[in-house]
């Protein structure tokens, strides 16, 4: 049996669809990315698997205990980094998570050998007596990490914890989800950056309109588009020559997209049969000089593509 079991799962907002018939098992131990664009319904799944908001239909269960009929003792098992910073600033980072550990039921020596930890584990043990609003936006993500972890969770949620952070900031909160993972907790991550979740986790569910449209290891979802081939060209030429060469391309039948800015066109074509020299036939016709061309492996971005004809941030 999964640790996790998300069974036919149904949730509308006002009548609207948001999740859309969801199925997903995940087991203990895995770092589970879900992928999908804005809107996809992800932070949705995350709401519902917490108990946050009630389901439409279907049933979530986390180590056999539903979040219908025991909200309470799921939620104990859970640590939620949700996508809205839940941080108090006129707090101290210390206050905050002694705040949150208590929540959890943490008291005397217990709860400050655990603040002490989670403050160093997030890497603000320096800041531990400043209030948060002088802090970056990175550091603030990380006090939020550091909040829902120091009850020891055996289940990490974490939704898009990296939004409109700086590199250094990244690079810290995707090796703690790593650390985190190696020390015992499951995890789900939540982007719609598919290079981290491609760096990270160990299986990967793609959600696009509330629906999960694919789902496996990085192999797996590679392999899916094994046939499939992108190419990345620096160009230059005039407006009308690019629109034309661009239309020409658009009309070849193994071609699946084009995009094209004034310096670079982007082509996803399908393999066997997809020749480039024709493509490159097409853009000489039109007096569109190639300056680099790169095939690009096959990712998870191709595969969003592929399945949906849209790019994951269009
Ligand atoms: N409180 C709400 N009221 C009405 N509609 C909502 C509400 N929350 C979400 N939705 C809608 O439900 C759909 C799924 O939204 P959700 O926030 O779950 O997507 P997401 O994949 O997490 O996107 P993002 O990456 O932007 O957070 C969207 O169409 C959204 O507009």
Known sequence: MSYIQIKDVVKRYHGKVSVDHLNLSIDQGEIFGLLGPNGAGKSTTIKLM?????????????????????????????????????IYESLSAKENVEFF?????????????????ALEFVGLSDKAKDQPKSFSGGMKRRLNIACSITHKPELI???????????????????????????????????????????????????DQGRLIACGT???????????????LQVSGT???LIQAEQELKH?????????????????????GGDL?????????????????????????FLFLTLTGRKLRD
């Not at 108990?51 to 239909?57: H, W």
């Not at 990085?218 to 990345?232: A, Y």
């Not at 070849?252 to 066997?272: G, N, W």
């Open 157 to 207: 949620i974490m939704d898009e914890p990296t939004v409109g952070i700086d590199p250094q900031s990244r690079n810290h909160i995707l090796e703690s989800v790593k650390e985190l993972n190696r020390m015992g907790s499951t995890i789900i991550y939540t982007s719609h950056y598919m290079e981290e979740v491609s760096a990270i986790c160990t299986r990967v569910g793609i959600m």
């Open 239 to 241: 407006s009308t020559q």
């Open 277 to 301: 020299q024709d493509i490159l036939f097409i853009l000489s016709k039109n007096q569109v000089a190639v300056h680099s061309l790169t095939r690009v492996e096959p990712d998870l971005e």
């Open 101 to 117: 550990g208590r929540l959890y039921g943490l008291r005397g020596q217990e709860l400050q050998s655990r603040v002490k930890w």
């Open 50 to 86: 917490t108990g946050l908001l009630p389901l439409d239909g279907g049933d979530i269960t986390i180590h056999n205990q539903s979040v219908k009929h025991s909200s309470f003792q799921v939620k104990k098992r859970i640590g939620l980094v949700p996508q809205d910073l839940a």
């Open 218 to 232: 990085h192999g797996e979802l590679r392999e899916q588009v094994s046939h499939e081939e992108r190419i990345l």
């Open 252 to 272: 070849y039948a193994l071609i699946k997209k084009v995009i094209m800015t004034d310096s670079s066109i982007e082509i996803f074509m399908r393999t066997p």
